[in-house]
């Protein structure tokens, strides 16, 4: 159980072009979803927090209008990089979570990230 | 300010046994998680511990003492796939999750 999908796992694109990431939870309800990126030998750098039907939570120096988040459902959310550059480039990880509070409930499962090339 | 401590790189040699340690200072408490994670790949869970005392899963055992802000991670017998970063991560008092920079553990033949 608990099974986070990602897709796409690869994708190279051009400078100046959008990328749409999603993020699936395929045997649970997400109630919140997470965006991180990791760049290489670098810690997991949260980018956003979302919950279902409400707008995301961005960290500090995560600009918003460049990394849309878009949590449609309970068990499907979104990432679009848009007019990515180069140092966009980077390892882009979805988490997922079915419950609040303390307990099990609060465990992140991840998805298997999508690695994005901005050429 | 909030914090996580876990050495940077360990080493160990197949066959043994290595104890991950983590210590932490938060705002608040609501758990401690143990991630595993390839180089290359996603963190994958490991374990989670709310209450003080030893959870055994298989070759992984993690231990919690919130009184002293401390974990350790128990990996036995070591497989070469045993390879990879640790990630401690806590649930602080508004349940958000900080991070640990990661262990990397290197296993020897």
């Known amino acids: 159980g608990a099974v986070v999908s990602q897709h796409p796992s690869w994708v190279i694109c051009k400078s100046g072009t959008s990328v749409k990431i999603e993020c699936r939870s395929l045997d649970f309800q997400a109630t919140t979803m997470f965006w991180y990126r990791q760049f290489p030998k670098q810690s997991l750098m949260l980018m956003a927090t979302s919950n279902e039907g409400s707008k995301a939570t961005y960290e500090q120096g995560v600009e918003k209008d460049k990394f849309l988040i878009n949590h449609a459902s309970l068990t499907l959310s979104t990432l679009t990089v848009t007019s990515a550059h180069p140092e966009d480039s980077s390892f882009y990880i979805c988490?997922?979570?079915?419950?609040f509070g303390p307990g099990p409930q609060e465990t992140q499962y991840f998805g298997p990230g999508t690695r994005l090339l901005v050429l | 300010g909030q914090n996580i401590d876990q050495p940077t790189e360990m080493t160990a040699t197949e066959g043994a046994i290595v104890q991950i340690n983590c210590t932490y200072q938060?705002?608040?408490?609501?758990?401690l998680f143990w991630y595993q994670q390839h180089a290359g790949e996603a963190p994958t869970f490991l374990s989670y511990?709310?209450l003080d005392g030893l959870e055994e899963k298989g070759r992984f055992s993690s231990f919690l003492s919130r009184s002293k802000g401390y974990s350790y991670l128990l990996l036995k017998e070591l497989q070469m796939k045993d390879s990879a970063s640790y990630l401690c991560a806590v649930t602080d008092s508004n349940y958000q999750l900080i991070w640990g920079a990661g262990t990397k553990l290197i296993i020897k033949p």
């Open positions: 511990n709310v």
């Open positions: 988490s997922a979570r079915y419950g």
């Open positions: 938060t705002s608040g408490f609501n758990g």
